[in-house]
DNA sequence: TATGAATGAGGTTTCATTCAT
DNA sequence: AATGAATGAAACCTCATTCAT
């Protein structure tokens, strides 16, 4: 599927506003006024609001897939270098793309609809296939313990690294960092919430601590 | 605030659907029909959809505080010990509170209605001063390290346990566990989710894996 | 018609929001609140919400009805002292039933309940009496013209003074006397209409300025 | 603000109705009935209920306006017949513009929406202008006396006109007029006003009958 | 291709009244 | 005699979508 430039402009409006409102929180109305578009044309182009959810979906998934082929071919990592490459580019991702994580993390709630769960899904089993790949490179280089649950390492990742965002506003306010700007936060939490997955992948995945 | 059983049959309802279809998605006339209740009850008893949504806060907020008073006075338990039954209590809070817990996680998503944001935080500050008061016990008996960031280790425990309970059914699919009830399938999560979480603690805690 | 204390309470908070936010925007809930008395107290006492109107009526025009017969009969005053006692004794009237006397407004711009304009025609006739016999005496006499339109007449006293009485705010501001309390703008208001009315009376009623 | 045809059709309609039955006493479905449009055309033109009442008022207030610049600077006239000019053109404003005449009246009663007060403001100031051009026009040329309350002229004539249309029916009963038909009670009505209130400001403005 | 106008359906809330006690 | 609980009806408004152009 090709979109032209207005597609594109009410994808992301779209986007920012289901993340920000809930799906059933937004009007139609409210993303053609956002993106200053004609009420028509959205579903002129894509037919409804739920397909264009979907269509927000398959066009978001594409950026959000984790980029990391050559990394993982690269011979002069360790497995524990490559999986912590792995976490970086992860909460990269997540900062990056936050309006669409935040709407994944939605969906993942409700029975929503299928093309959208197929789209999650996918994203998830293309990650769990690289982390998968990696705990066996570590486990038959032998630095790897051979008892690893990868759903539950996955969860561990996604799980504390979503909740931190999420939670970015109570964590600044417990931290003392309301002043910081939102940028400057967000960076202050990619170096914490790197640093801490990475610690406990490492006990994980080697059983030291 | 009482309320009577009608009222509290409506709450439970309420709760239910606006865990499974978001508040936006569940229509006041949704709550009625589920609960067999007149549609002008709703906003008789409760005055209106926001107001039911906040005394269905109010009144679970009370079910899900952590009851650890007394296991935390108990001398005969370590620190670690505590922490862990701090955990189980948490994991087990999770599981049986699903349903508010999933309306809390989507209000945290947004901005949401003032006296909602204020619930969570009560329960999150009084989650957070039991920990805090564990880790400090752990740290004067030289148990537990000094570097210990508290929001990052309720993060942890938080984070894993409800992404986990939130993507049950990709677990489910992943590990070959579609057969399982529901309620085992639940059992089943809860033990491993607090083996998990433990693991990660002690090393976070003590630097040992 | 009797009524009991509680009756005529809730006549008397009625009659106050009929004039201040009209029939159709006055609840019986707002009644019942402002009141002080049960909801169903008000259907239960009065029948409907119409019924307390019509009641309002009732037993306020008694109130309403000008107090002249004595003066009238009094042979040490001219027919247009006479006159004039009935111009006061009328403003007296408007200025202590302003409510009821905005109900009355109000009620005469509508097709109304039957009962309503009976009441209206009713005291309306009343005053007519009183003004005819006046005039009567006073054309006897010779010191009146032949020629005055009672309804006339009557027109210009009640439409001038109600005109007046219902927009005092705007009076108040134009002639700068927005400092005044209420009573003592009352006063004010109520001495310039005796004054002015008097005189157009006697204009059209001796034909002198 | 411009208005298409279907806008300033739902306008006169609801002009009707609420003048007839009161702002609350008129719901959108009578109006929508009425003008025989769909029901969300009102919102949708007009956003709600009470935005269309200010709609009302803007666009009524234009024709509402006495027309009487020209007249003024007549030369040939003297101010007493510039005033009895701005009687008769008063009158038939009040005549032909009667739902928005009474709606006004009904709006001064209550604690209104504020732009409506406005526009009532409006129109009484710029009525206010004229009549004190005139009032000091004749008194330069010695033709007024000097002690005039403007704000009671005004009143003179407004309240008693009001009143008279108010109460028209009232009025024909009483002069035996029923058999009239609706256009030729108005005309009737207008002459008797007219010739009414001039023959009181004369008195007032020049102190002679 | 693009859009202003339009609309049926359904949203939440309030209403006056009734009923069981 | 008095009232808390309840409710059907109707209020206003917004929704996603369609249609004529």
Redesign the pocket.
């Known amino acids: 599927m090709e979109y ?1 430039e ?1 597609q594109i402009h009410i994808m992301d409006t779209a986007e920012k506003l289901f993340a920000t409102k809930g799906f ?1 929180g ?5 993303i053609a006024e956002a993106a200053e ?9 894509f ?6 959810l979907e269509a927000v979906f398959v066009y978001r998934s594409e950026f959000f897939k984790l980029q990391l082929e050559s990394m993982i071919q690269n011979k002069e990592l360790t497995p524990l270098q490559k999986m912590e490459s792995l976490i970086d580019e992860y909460i990269n991702k997540l900062t990056s793309q936050q309006y669409f994580n935040t709407i994944m993390l939605r969906e993942q709630m409700k029975n929503s609809n299928p093309l959208v769960i197929a789209q999650i899904y996918n994203l998830k089993n293309r990650n769990m296939l690289l982390i998968q790949e990696l705990i066996e490179e570590g486990q038959k280089k032998g630095v790897f313990t051979n008892d690893i649950n990868i759903y539950l390492l996955m969860s561990t990742m996604v799980g504390i690294a979503n909740h931190v965002h999420m939670t970015k506003q109570y964590f600044a306010e417990k931290q003392g960092l309301q002043g910081l700007s939102e940028e400057a936060l967000m960076k202050k939490i990619q170096m914490i919430l790197s640093q801490h997955i990475k610690k406990i992948f490492k006990t994980i995945l080697t059983n030291e601590a």
């Not at 937004?26 to 409210?30: E, G, I, Y």
């Not at 578009?37 to 182009?45: D, E, G, K, R, T």
């Open positions: 032209n207005k059933n937004t009007s139609v109305r409210d578009v004609n009420l028509a044309m959205i579903s002129y182009y037919g409804s609001k739920e397909k264009l």
